[in-house]
């Protein structure tokens, strides 16, 4: 997923701008509204985070240019400005989404994929890439719409990668998010998970980029 980050404070900027690089997205930073215009105009995003107190434009100005244009971004506002006229202006003004500061940064990421989905039009237990349909409530997920039988482990490592495809992740990440507790083994296991995804998916389903690590691309 490709982010248009926009807030002028760099403190929560960098925060933010880490903190979606860390879970694989990929983020451009505008760090003031004439920016974020020529950003937006640039390049293909599939969701902005939009703070409102910026120089050069506010936030609401942005977001009304972007409807007034007919674009159609999934907008996610992020701002310090939590009354309650402030949230029904931000709506109105055409967010699909409205988050406060102070924030917990798995709520932003949640709703990022929330609204990702939503676009997509994919209901909310399922997550389909590519060729991959993965039911996240725990159904067996549908390689080129046939079953495959997993082991829990690659299934967990499958939905990491699935959540958050297009991102490379080393071998250490994989293994801290899913054998967050585990002792008894250490990161090697990763490649032995991945090496038997491809078997029972496709040799390609998985890329390897050499010092990033495992992205997959469905």
Not at 87 to 109: C, H, I, M, W
Not at 128 to 138: C, F, P, Q, S, Y
Not at 175 to 188: C, E, G, I, K, Y
Request: hydrophobic residues 40%; negative net charge.
């Amino acid at each position: 997923m490709k982010v248009l980050l926009v807030e002028d404070h760099e403190g929560v900027g960098s925060l933010v701008r880490d903190l979606l690089q860390d879970e694989g997205f990929q983020v451009e930073w505008a760090r003031d509204g004439e920016e974020a215009l020529h950003l937006e105009r640039t390049y293909a995003f599939d969701v902005a985070v939009l703070d409102l107190m910026l120089p050069r434009h506010s936030g609401f100005d942005i977001l009304q240019t972007w409807r007034a244009q007919g674009r159609r971004l999934p907008v996610l506002i992020l701002t310090a400005r939590s009354a309650l006229p402030d949230r029904v202006q931000g709506l109105n003004s055409g967010a699909d989404d409205y988050l406060t500061k102070p924030f917990a940064g798995e709520e932003l990421v949640a709703r990022l994929r929330a609204l990702w989905r939503r676009v997509h039009d994919q209901p909310s237990n399922t997550l389909t890439v590519g060729r991959l349909t993965l039911d996240l409530a725990g159904g067996p997920p549908l390689w080129e719409g046939q079953p495959v039988n997993l082991h829990r482990r690659e299934r967990d490592v499958l939905e990491f990668l699935a959540l958050n495809a297009g991102g490379y992740f080393t071998r250490e990440s994989i293994f801290a998010r899913v054998w967050p507790n585990d002792s008894l083994s250490d990161a090697r296991t990763v490649d032995t998970h991945v090496r038997l995804l491809r078997q029972k998916l496709s040799g390609d389903a998985i890329e390897t980029r050499r010092g990033q690590g495992y992205c997959f691309v469905g």
